[in-house]
Nanobody, 126 residues
Framework: VQLQASGGGLVQAGGSLRLSCEASGFRLDNYGIGWFRQAPGKEREGVSCISSGGGTTYYRDSVKGRFTISRDNDKKVVYLQMNSLKPEDTAVYYC????????????????????WGQGTLVTVSS
């Protein structure tokens, strides 16, 4: 079982990045996926999540209207499109899988997720 996050990098404020989370070793369509981030010296926080079929999504308030989560279960990948990036978005971004098929009522706590990727660093310069 593996989740591989990629797509991070250095970008100027106002720029865009698309993160990818590739799954292997399990059926992605049985899992909701969450994106989390952790900035230096700060606690990990949830950014966005998507239900197993893609019909339900949630975003933290600070990224609403700028970030879009999507998934392609045939390709076993989940994306996080990040636009209008701000310096405060700088963090290591992690994807995680929670075994819930169908509707999700929230993004759930990080401790409830079953599998985690290794993280990808996003740095936004001012």
């Amino acid at each position: 079982v593996q989740l591989q996050a990629s797509g991070g990098g250095l970008v100027q404020a106002g720029g865009s990045l698309r993160l990818s989370c590739e799954a292997s070793g399990f059926r992605l369509d049985n899992y909701g996926i969450g994106w989390f981030r952790q900035a230096p010296g700060k606690e990990r926080e949830g950014v966005s999540c998507i239900s197993s079929g893609g019909g339900t999504t949630y975003y933290r308030d600070s990224v609403k209207g700028r970030f879009t989560i999507s998934r392609d279960n045939d390709k076993k990948v989940v994306y996080l499109q990040m636009n209008s990036l701000k310096p405060e978005d700088t963090a290591v971004y992690y994807c995680a899988a929670i075994q819930i098929r169908g509707y999700i009522s929230s993004c759930y706590e990080a401790s409830e997720y079953d599998y985690w990727g290794q993280g990808t660093l996003v740095t936004v310069s001012s």
